[in-house]
């Protein structure tokens, strides 16, 4: 592999109103969509040697909008599962836990749909995608949510997950990992499109 480019999912109405979506497998919105048609000009004429996407809905739409219609789903990809906290915001549980923080103190467990996961898990499931995409040939694309490519990244530079606070992800953008002297390095980050200019730093 020499370079992967990271597409996080367009906007869903749970994104918007800032609600923890874990395996929730919510649509994207009309703005969802016109964010990940934006995203095109960064896979359009591009050759990949592997494409993995998330089986949630918001992340397979995503992909194909932006024209990454052959693709893989992988169940490692899905975003971290919030258990109880499930379709909350972090206000709504702040009412009841003033000082939580998700990254440092992780979830309750929910239902039997929703049992939650810790951060370890989902570095652990981070760490496996990050193994194939090494293995992958030429440039690998992976189409998937905010707090899991954010720990995907941190596990990229040798971080422990916890360290993928540090990296803010809005919806409809996109980042690049790669190497300097052979090096795992983050390249791009959180990048938006340019309207009517496509995305930048390619």
Same mark, same amino acid.
């Given at each position: 592999?020499?370079?992967?480019?990271? +597409?996080?999912?367009?906007?869903?109405? !749970?994104?918007?109103?800032?609600?923890?979506?874990?395996?929730?497998?919510?649509?994207?919105?009309?703005?969802?969509?016109?964010?990940?048609?934006?995203? *095109?000009?960064?896979?359009?004429?591009?050759?990949?040697?592997?494409?993995?996407?998330?089986?949630?809905?918001?992340?397979?739409?995503?992909?194909? +909008?932006?024209?990454?219609?052959?693709?893989?789903?992988?169940?490692?990809?899905?975003?971290?599962?919030?258990?109880?906290?499930?379709?909350?915001?972090? *206000?709504?549980? =702040?009412?009841?836990?003033?000082?939580?923080? +998700? !990254?440092?103190?992780?979830?309750?467990?929910?239902?039997?749909?929703?049992?939650?996961?810790?951060? *370890?898990?989902?570095?652990?499931?981070?760490?496996?995608?990050?193994?194939?995409?090494?293995? *992958?040939?030429?440039?690998?694309?992976?189409?998937?949510?905010?707090?899991?490519? =954010? $720990?995907?990244?941190?596990? !990229?530079?040798?971080?422990?997950?916890?360290?993928?606070?540090?990296?803010?992800?809005?919806?409809?953008?996109?980042? =690049?990992?790669?190497?300097?002297?052979?090096?795992?390095? $983050?390249?791009? !980050?959180?990048?938006?499109?340019?309207?009517?200019?496509?995305?930048?730093?390619?």
């Amino acid at each position: 592999m020499d370079e992967m480019i990271l +597409l996080r999912h367009g906007e869903t109405e !749970w994104s918007r109103d800032r609600r923890h979506t874990g395996r929730t497998d919510m649509p994207l919105t009309p703005r969802g969509e016109e964010q990940a048609r934006a995203l *095109a000009p960064l896979t359009r004429d591009r050759s990949f040697g592997l494409v993995l996407v998330s089986p949630a809905l918001r992340a397979r739409r995503t992909a194909e +909008l932006a024209g990454l219609e052959r693709y893989e789903t992988d169940p490692d990809m899905w975003e971290w599962d919030y258990g109880g906290y499930e379709g909350i915001t972090s *206000a709504a549980i =702040r009412e009841t836990r003033p000082d939580w923080y +998700l !990254w440092r103190d992780g979830v309750v467990p929910g239902d039997a749909a929703h049992p939650g996961e810790s951060i *370890a898990q989902v570095g652990a499931r981070a760490d496996r995608v990050l193994e194939r995409a090494r293995r *992958a040939a030429g440039a690998v694309a992976l189409v998937a949510h905010g707090h899991y490519l =954010r $720990i995907l990244a941190a596990r !990229w530079v040798g971080r422990p997950p916890e360290d993928g606070r540090f990296l803010r992800l809005d919806t409809g953008t996109y980042s =690049r990992l790669g190497f300097e002297h052979g090096r795992p390095v $983050i390249l791009t !980050w959180n990048a938006p499109v340019r309207p009517g200019r496509g995305p930048a730093g390619i």
